[in-house]
């Protein structure tokens, strides 16, 4: 679940099998880049096999499987998604057994990515979906389910509640041979970390089902504060297993599970971006307090690994909105179809509240959420109640404050931290701040 890849070929067969249990309906449906489809012809069923112009088709597989085939080259920029959902009309999908999906390239029929689904109370899902990322289309495995059949579909993407007419019983299809799976470095983590990781992905997702949300694709971005106040969180390690705890966030939610990262005091510094995979060498050296001070201090530096940030840089006070600023640059000068998610976590003694109001002010005409997360009783400034500051566009920000971030679950951590994001998701595209 989550894990993408790139699809280098221009048509493709997206198959979905079982091997018992009772029948499923397959179809893939047309997105624009707000999630929606346009119109009811945008549903591309057994019984509606071709959309407009034949870029997508119901095609079927010789054993029996739903599936259909998309010509990417052929699909109109308007169609920024292609999802291959499914459904049943008699009982759960947890009753059916052997459950999968296959990307396929249609001309040579070679197997791109394998995705075994194990759904429970679902009657309806989606199951993976095609995308455009920066020009390019890519592949998802999703695997988000509805416990209200084709109706919670259709509620979702704009679908008329009508679903097609249900397949035809026949044989259960002939399993589908194993393929090797496609991940993101996600094998590369030791087992604990990657359990970890396993788990909180999930934890993520029903956080955002609890919101209305299933299949979304962001951008996210971590900030994590340095300054002096913040030393005794580091030793302690907090800071470290709050980072790993946001690497489930963009694991499932971004396309390709990178998380870009920024660390600030006095001064903002990016760091370098952190890739799955390398979670565990990133932990020890990008989130760290060493060498804090000021600079021209007489003191014989550490050496850096490549990549690090002379923390001597950084400082000790808070200038949240320098950073504020530097992750703002970046997203305009970074455009991609997405919203951005920023994870902001800070220790407070905020008190650059006018600046740090002006930014975000500025910011709510742009295409990010700000969510802010307090570890501790201090001072938060203007971030304790931006929430009721009139005249923006959209209520771009969110905040709480929590007195120990370890004593907190990991599922009660991610319900708080993600119950702004798909109120402000339905704001910016009703607003047009989103398209």
């Not at 119901?58 to 959902?85: K, Y």
């Not at 600030?264 to 760290?288: I, K, S, Y």
């Not at 969510?371 to 005249?391: A, I, K, M, W």
């Amino acid at each position: 679940m989550g894990a993408n890849l790139p699809v280098d070929v221009d048509r493709v067969r997206l198959e979905l099998g079982r091997a018992d249990g009772p029948a499923v309906s397959a179809a893939a449906l047309l997105l624009t880049g707000a999630g929606r489809v346009r119109s009811g012809a945008d549903l591309v069923a057994r019984d509606q096999p071709g959309a407009p112009g034949d870029a997508v088709r119901h095609v079927g597989t010789p054993d029996g499987a739903e599936a259909v085939e998309v010509d990417l080259a052929a699909l109109p920029d308007s169609t920024e998604r292609v999802a291959l959902c499914a459904w049943t009309g008699s009982g759960t999908l947890g009753r059916v057994t052997g459950l999968r999906l296959r990307l396929v390239a249609a001309g040579s029929g070679t197997v791109l990515a394998h995705f075994d689904m194990a759904p429970r109370s679902e009657t309806a899902l989606v199951a993976g979906e095609l995308y455009r990322r920066e020009g390019r289309w890519r592949f998802r495995a999703v695997g988000q389910g509805y416990d209200h059949g084709f109706a919670g579909l259709a509620a979702d993407f704009g679908l008329p509640p009508a679903p097609p007419r249900a397949p035809r019983p026949g044989p259960a299809p002939r399993p589908a041979p194993p393929a090797r799976p496609q991940t993101r470095g996600e094998e590369l983590l030791p087992a604990d970390m990657g359990e970890r990781l396993s788990l909180r992905k999930q934890q993520v997702a029903t956080s955002l089902r609890k919101g209305g949300l299933t299949g979304v694709t962001a951008r996210v971005i971590l900030v994590l504060d340095a300054s002096g106040s913040m030393s005794g969180l580091y030793a302690k390690g907090t800071v470290a297993r709050v980072a790993e705890r946001m690497a489930a966030v963009a694991a499932l939610l971004d396309d390709d599970g990178t998380m870009q990262a920024w660390t600030f005091a006095t001064r903002p510094a990016r760091l370098p971006d952190l890739h799955l995979g390398e979670l565990p060498e990133w932990l020890r050296l990008h989130v760290r307090v060493g060498q804090l001070g000021v600079i021209g201090r007489k003191k014989r530096p550490k050496s850096r690994a490549d990549g690090q940030v002379d923390m001597r840089t950084v400082g000790i006070q808070n200038e949240e909105q320098k950073v504020i600023a530097d992750v703002r640059a970046y997203v305009r000068d970074h455009p991609v179809p997405l919203p951005t998610l920023v994870l902001f976590f800070s220790d407070g003694g905020v008190y650059r509240s006018k600046e740090i109001e002006r930014e975000l002010r500025a910011a709510a005409d742009e295409p990010v959420f700000w969510q802010f997360v307090g570890l501790g009783r201090s001072h938060y400034g203007v971030l304790e109640y931006f929430d009721t500051l009139p005249g923006r566009t959209v209520d771009n920000v969110g905040f709480f404050a929590v007195d120990d971030v370890d004593q907190v679950a990991d599922p009660e951590l991610y319900d708080r931290l993600l119950s702004e994001f798909p109120l402000w998701l339905g704001a910016a595209r009703e607003a047009g701040v989103l398209r």
